[in-house]
């Protein structure tokens, strides 16, 4: 029996469920604006994305949910493009901002994901992962319920996401805000 496609059932309304944000402290935390390319890995339909246009040169949304990506496209000035985040369709060192959020504990491999993730950096680039902090009991429920509802979402704890990147000359980060995390790594020059 083939898997459910979760994310394609809810990429026509998934932006009426989840708003897209303002006042965002991605902004601020990811080091924007800049000249160069962003990456939105696992941004879905661009919610994120969306509101970073024009602190960019080019923004790229990658996803593996074409339904999801479809919805991206109808947005102006973004990118978008289907892949999974183990295996990106991208050359080396080429984005100066990376983002995902919210996405890290769908991803099928996390680990190959980060080396996707750190390949794709441009020298002197910086990847921010937010991701709800299992450490919360709130995100606790949450994960449990994505299991419940067969979405075989894998959580990580921020220290756990960023000892991923422990074998990478990189210098990490974890800033708490709320019930998210946010993985910051800072590629050296």
Same mark, same amino acid.
């Given at each position: 029996?083939?898997?459910?496609?979760?994310?394609?059932?809810?990429?026509?309304?998934?932006?009426?469920?989840?708003?897209?944000?303002?006042?965002?402290?991605?902004?601020?935390?990811?080091?924007?604006?800049?000249?160069?390319?962003? +990456?939105?890995? &696992? %941004?879905?339909?661009?919610?994120?994305?969306?509101? *970073?246009?024009?602190? @960019?040169?080019?923004? #790229?949304?990658?996803?593996?949910?074409?339904?999801?990506?479809?919805?991206?496209?109808?947005?102006?000035?973004?990118?978008?493009?289907?892949?999974?985040?183990?295996?990106?369709?991208?050359?080396?060192?080429?984005?100066?901002?990376?983002?995902?959020?919210?996405?890290?504990?769908?991803?099928?491999?996390?680990?190959?994901?980060?080396?996707?993730?750190?390949?794709? +950096?441009?020298? &002197? %680039?910086?990847?921010?992962?937010?991701?709800?902090? *299992?450490?919360?009991? @709130?995100?606790?429920? #949450?994960?449990?319920?994505?299991?419940?509802?067969?979405?075989?979402?894998?959580?990580?704890?921020?220290?756990?996401?960023?000892?991923?990147?422990?074998?990478?000359?990189?210098?990490?980060?974890?800033?708490?805000?709320?019930?998210?995390?946010?993985?910051?790594?800072?590629?050296?020059?």
């Amino acid at each position: 029996m083939p898997d459910f496609d979760h994310f394609g059932f809810l990429a026509p309304f998934y932006e009426r469920v989840i708003k897209p944000r303002v006042n965002d402290p991605l902004h601020n935390i990811a080091g924007l604006p800049v000249k160069g390319s962003l +990456l939105d890995a &696992g %941004g879905g339909t661009g919610r994120i994305a969306q509101t *970073l246009v024009g602190m @960019a040169g080019q923004i #790229i949304v990658a996803d593996l949910s074409l339904k999801m990506l479809r919805e991206a496209a109808r947005k102006a000035s973004l990118g978008v493009v289907n892949s999974h985040s183990e295996r990106l369709p991208f050359s080396d060192r080429v984005f100066e901002r990376i983002l995902m959020v919210d996405a890290m504990h769908h991803v099928c491999d996390q680990k190959q994901t980060v080396q996707e993730l750190y390949r794709v +950096l441009a020298p &002197g %680039g910086r990847i921010v992962i937010e991701e709800p902090d *299992l450490r919360h009991w @709130a995100v606790k429920l #949450i994960a449990v319920g994505e299991k419940l509802a067969l979405m075989r979402s894998h959580f990580l704890s921020p220290p756990r996401i960023a000892e991923l990147f422990g074998s990478y000359a990189a210098q990490v980060e974890i800033v708490n805000i709320g019930a998210n995390a946010y993985v910051i790594v800072d590629k050296p020059s």
